[in-house]
């Protein structure tokens, strides 16, 4: 048997999923005896005596010759090894244990080569959290091929474009509630172009709606600060379908508030979004589908921009960024000649809108000559997703024109 895998890894607890194709869903896999549950510990067991990696169980925390590993998240996070006795474990070498623990969940007989893909879903992501990941996999017997690592949103943009068409035939809107407080996400969708673009906004209201606020006996505040924040973020929007997800939505307080703003729209809500949505990408990423589609996540940008020149008697363009690449991986430097102008033209792309338009920047006080002798340095870089800083500095023409070392600066909002 073979299958499509999705894992949502967080720091309390990891999920498991298997994209059923005969009704395109994705299953939970139940990995404890409490089949109520498909959330396990994200820990595992060390046996002192027997020398062997055992399923974590509440019962090991207050055994002898156990040593519990609880955190197994922080310690891919900030790649920490752990010492049992006398031997240092690094954090992939435990983590592709916990792996396999996950595999042998599907099915006792499940061998690595079973496993078509596997998409491994996280809050967010830094290096060395995709480092660990990646080489825990490949220890578990996955090759880099048969493996995606992705953060919930991205993960959460494939599962969108893989539900009935009406769910997202205007704007799809996420509220995430956890221990950090509310962010509240919106995808929008290009679908005048083909690849179709998805692009992602987040807005964080961690500091209006807090997860303590569960904690006290009276829920009115909390639920006049939710109702607030929906009525700021879904005013006037054409936002067809809305998910709650988070342990935050647990209970019944945001009930009454859920209901309200479900006029006109479908709402879903409920603990197993992300690791359903991993199931979908590894679907999409190794049974083929992902390419109809161009997921642009909250730091990605969503407009291209290239500097317009002629080189070799043609007008080419200068790449900067292009769409879906990270902000903070985008930018560059060239030198230009400029001939009888002093302005530079810049020509922006919008991935939503199919649309171009050209930002200009004049070089006041610069002369316009026609010898070409007007020789500058374009810098760009990208502060954000939404804004470009173009520098140029007069770096002269050698013996035949001096610099002046004039700057210019101009930000271009995208």
Same mark, same amino acid.
């Given at each position: 048997?073979?299958?499509?895998?999705?894992?949502?890894?967080?720091?309390?607890?990891?999920?498991?999923? =298997?994209?059923?194709?005969?009704?395109?869903?994705?299953?939970?896999?139940?990995?404890?005896?409490?089949?109520?549950?498909?959330?396990?510990?994200?820990?595992?067991?060390?046996?002192?005596?027997? $020398?062997?990696?055992?399923?974590?169980?509440?019962?090991?925390?207050? $055994?002898?010759?156990?040593?519990?590993?609880?955190?197994?998240?922080?310690?891919?996070?900030?790649?920490?090894?752990?010492?049992?006795?006398?031997?240092?474990?690094?954090?992939?070498?435990?983590?592709?244990?916990?792996?396999?623990?996950?595999?042998?969940?599907?099915?006792?007989?499940?061998?690595?080569?079973?496993?078509?893909?596997?998409?491994?879903?996280?809050?967010?992501?830094?290096?060395?959290?995709? $480092?660990?990941?990646?080489?825990?996999?490949?220890?578990?017997?996955?090759?880099?091929?048969?493996?995606?690592?992705? &953060?919930?949103?991205?993960?959460?943009?494939?599962?969108?474009?893989?539900?009935?068409?009406?769910?997202?035939?205007?704007?799809?809107?996420?509220?995430?509630?956890?221990?950090?407080?509310? $962010?509240?996400?919106?995808?929008?969708?290009?679908?005048?172009?083909?690849?179709?673009?998805? +692009?992602?906004?987040?807005?964080?209201?961690? &500091?209006?709606?807090?997860?303590?606020?569960?904690?006290?006996?009276?829920?009115?505040?909390?639920?006049?600060?939710?109702?607030?924040?929906?009525?700021?973020?879904?005013?006037?929007?054409?936002?067809?379908?809305?998910?709650?997800?988070?342990?935050?939505?647990?209970?019944?307080?945001?009930?009454?508030?859920? /209901?309200? =703003?479900?006029?006109?729209?479908?709402?879903?809500?409920?603990?197993?979004?992300? +690791?359903?949505?991993?199931?979908?990408?590894?679907?999409?990423?190794? !049974?083929?589908?992902?390419?109809?589609?161009?997921?642009?996540?909250?730091?990605?940008?969503?407009?291209?921009?290239?500097?317009?020149? +002629?080189?070799?008697?043609?007008?080419? !363009?200068?790449?900067?960024?292009?769409?879906?690449?990270?902000?903070?991986?985008?930018?560059? /430097?060239? &030198?230009?000649?400029?001939?009888?102008?002093?302005?530079?033209?810049?020509?922006?792309?919008?991935?939503?809108? /199919?649309?171009?338009?050209?930002?200009?920047?004049?070089?006041?006080?610069?002369?316009?000559?026609?010898?070409?002798?007007?020789?500058?340095?374009? !810098?760009?870089?990208?502060?954000?997703?939404?804004?470009?800083?173009?520098?140029?500095?007069?770096?002269?023409?050698?013996?035949?024109?001096?610099?002046?070392?004039?700057?210019?600066?101009?930000?271009?909002?995208?």
């Amino acid at each position: 048997m073979e299958y499509i895998v999705g894992i949502d890894f967080c720091r309390d607890f990891t999920q498991l999923c =298997i994209y059923n194709p005969t009704n395109n869903s994705a299953d939970a896999v139940h990995l404890s005896s409490d089949k109520q549950s498909t959330r396990i510990r994200s820990a595992l067991t060390y046996s002192l005596e027997q $020398k062997e990696w055992m399923v974590y169980s509440v019962l090991h925390d207050m $055994k002898p010759g156990l040593k519990v590993v609880d955190n197994l998240y922080d310690l891919a996070l900030n790649d920490e090894s752990v010492m049992i006795g006398d031997e240092e474990y690094t954090p992939d070498a435990v983590l592709s244990r916990f792996i396999s623990r996950l595999f042998f969940s599907l099915n006792r007989d499940a061998r690595p080569e079973d496993i078509i893909g596997v998409t491994v879903t996280v809050a967010d992501i830094n290096r060395n959290l995709y $480092k660990n990941i990646a080489s825990a996999l490949e220890l578990a017997g996955i090759p880099k091929e048969r493996y995606r690592i992705c &953060d919930h949103i991205e993960s959460f943009m494939y599962y969108v474009v893989m539900q009935n068409k009406d769910i997202w035939i205007n704007d799809v809107g996420l509220f995430d509630f956890g221990e950090e407080g509310l $962010k509240f996400f919106v995808l929008h969708f290009g679908r005048k172009q083909q690849p179709l673009a998805v +692009v992602a906004e987040s807005t964080d209201f961690s &500091d209006t709606v807090r997860y303590s606020m569960l904690k006290e006996t009276d829920d009115i505040r909390l639920k006049y600060a939710f109702e607030s924040v929906c009525g700021i973020m879904l005013h006037k929007q054409t936002v067809s379908a809305i998910y709650a997800t988070g342990d935050g939505f647990e209970g019944s307080w945001s009930d009454e508030i859920l /209901k309200k =703003i479900s006029t006109g729209r479908r709402i879903f809500r409920g603990q197993n979004l992300y +690791v359903k949505a991993a199931a979908y990408t590894a679907h999409l990423f190794f !049974e083929g589908g992902s390419e109809n589609y161009l997921v642009i996540g909250e730091e990605d940008l969503k407009c291209s921009m290239a500097l317009r020149a +002629v080189s070799g008697g043609e007008l080419q !363009e200068i790449p900067f960024g292009q769409v879906g690449q990270k902000y903070t991986e985008a930018g560059g /430097k060239v &030198d230009i000649i400029l001939d009888d102008t002093n302005e530079i033209d810049f020509m922006i792309r919008n991935a939503l809108k /199919k649309d171009t338009f050209c930002a200009i920047m004049t070089l006041e006080a610069l002369p316009v000559r026609k010898n070409k002798t007007n020789r500058v340095s374009v !810098e760009v870089r990208f502060p954000s997703r939404n804004e470009a800083v173009v520098t140029v500095r007069d770096t002269g023409f050698g013996n035949i024109r001096k610099t002046d070392y004039r700057i210019w600066e101009q930000v271009i909002n995208l």
